[in-house]
């Protein structure tokens, strides 16, 4: 009788279960680069939300007479053309219809350097919880040398 030459039946078993070992582990490997990915992602909208609002802060400021009012919690800002309110909050800050999720730790408004609680301001400072990238921020009225002249 002639020998035929072929795996055997164990030696099939063995490469089926060493196989369905290594798709397994690369299953887990997958779903842990797809958690990575969700958590780079997430990072990244709370890095362009605190963008954003670094953004609105420093034209607002720039364009608007702002006030602040302790009590309410509330930045009040108005020229001519109008007006815009934010409202901070715990883990929300709304700027009119708008709003932005972050926690904010630290918020300090200033006037001429002096930190200020309650009327007019020139600065903000926001610090913001440790699970962001950038944790502070620190925005100012820009001032010519006509506004001091004029003082």
Same mark, same amino acid.
């Given at each position: 009788?002639?020998? @035929? ?9 063995? +490469?089926?279960? @060493?196989?369905?070992? +290594?798709? !397994? ?7 842990? +680069? ?6 780079? *992602?997430?990072? /990244?909208?709370?890095? $362009? ?10 034209? #607002?400021?720039? $364009?608007?007479?702002?006030?602040? #009012? ?8 108005? &020229?001519?053309?109008?007006? *815009? ?7 929300? *800050?709304?700027? &009119?219809?708008? !709003? ?20 007019? @301001? ?7 919880? &440790? *699970?962001?990238? $950038?944790?502070? /921020? ?7 040398? !006509?506004?001091?002249?004029? $003082?």
């Amino acid at each position: 009788m002639k020998k @035929i030459k072929a795996f055997t039946l164990s030696e099939l078993l063995v +490469v089926i279960i @060493i196989s369905s070992i +290594v798709v !397994s582990l690369s299953f887990l490997a997958l779903q842990n +680069v797809q958690s990575q990915v969700r958590n780079i *992602i997430t990072t /990244f909208e709370k890095q $362009q939300e605190i963008n954003r609002l670094e953004r609105w802060l420093q034209q #607002d400021l720039n $364009q608007y007479a702002c006030e602040y #009012d302790e009590g309410r919690k509330a930045l009040s800002l108005k &020229n001519s053309k109008g007006e *815009i309110e934010y409202l901070f909050g715990k883990e929300i *800050i709304k700027r &009119n219809q708008d !709003s932005v999720v972050l926690t904010v730790t630290k918020l300090q408004f200033y006037l001429d350097g002096s930190t200020v609680e309650k009327g007019k @301001i020139d600065a903000v400072e926001m610090n913001f919880a &440790n *699970i962001y990238s $950038q944790r502070q /921020f620190f925005v100012y009225k820009r001032k010519d040398a !006509s506004f001091y002249l004029n $003082q």
